[in-house]
């Protein structure tokens, strides 16, 4: 049960975004910079890092969310990808340059000073450049509020996943609104 009222049927960060307009307009703002662009990192690679952020903050709405979101972009039609990431992304199939990013990402999520000179090197060693290592931290960061956000009023969170399939299609085609797919 939620600490605060929240307004029926708005799971998630979508009922304290529906709660305070005021503070959700920024955050859909940085959002929609960090997650709809291609510019650097694949948007597939943008949810990715945001899914496994959430993954190990437990966020399970967010980790769901984006994870079906990346799956959609990924072509992960059961999910199963994404999850073997956020169980062990040093064994799975994706690049040596995004392990490195998605450890970069896993150290913001323990602290920013965790990530050091070595994760780095050995991003830029795999391909990464200062664009791509920027935003990973950024979209780590910004999960880290996002998942503590959600998690801290208690949100509710859908566990049907079709729910969030839903959901996907109006972030792809929309990008990140408190509303949108909901109305």
Known sequence: MPHIEFEPGFPGILGPMRFSPATAAPMNVL???????????????????GTYVSSQNDCFFCQTIHGAIASAYLEDEDWSFVKSVKENFAETEVSERMKALLSIAGSVQRGGKHVTAEHIARAREHGADDRQIHDTVLIAAAFCMFNRYVDGLATTAPTDPDVYRARVVNVIANGYSAVKGYE
């Open 31 to 49: 959002a929609n910079a960090l997650m709809c662009s291609d510019e650097g990192l694949t948007r597939g690679e943008r949810e990715l890092i």
